[in-house]
């Protein structure tokens, strides 16, 4: 499939996937023309990327991660090495630290809403 219909199916811009090939994440194929050329498996591989981005993942550990992981059901594979291990912990501990950073300020937003929302009972 060409860069277009990839961006369609994917949400995501034709800028953002030429530069997951320049990262090295997603690769393409070229037609004798030279426009790339997207398997079927680029769609899964694309969700997958934006779901590492959408973690906090940066551009070279995901490069890292996807061969650690099937794009169809994000699976692991049977390739990683210890040293990967390692780093994912790390990154997993990070998103746990910034999921408590975000269920705190949530709470702060909620004690806000329920204060406001019970003056603005009692002004009217």
């Known amino acids: 499939m060409r860069i277009g219909e990839l961006a369609r199916r994917t949400g995501v811009s034709e800028r953002s996937l030429r530069y997951y090939e320049t990262q090295g994440i997603l690769k393409a194929d070229r037609t004798p023309g030279g426009h790339r050329d997207y398997p079927e498996g680029a769609v899964d591989r694309v969700i997958r990327i934006q779901e590492f981005y959408a973690a906090g993942l940066c551009s070279s550990k995901i490069a890292e991660l996807l061969p650690c992981v099937r794009d169809t059901d994000g699976g692991p594979s049977a390739i990683a090495t210890p040293r990967l291990v390692s780093d994912l912990t790390t990154e997993r501990d990070r998103i746990d630290r910034k999921i408590d950073e975000l269920r705190r300020?949530?709470?702060?937003?909620?004690?806000?809403?329920a204060?406001?929302?019970g003056g603005a009972q009692d002004a009217g």
Request: no cysteine; net charge negative; hydrophobic share 50%.
């Open 115 to 117: 204060t406001a929302a």
């Open 105 to 113: 300020s949530r709470e702060v937003l909620d004690d806000v809403i």
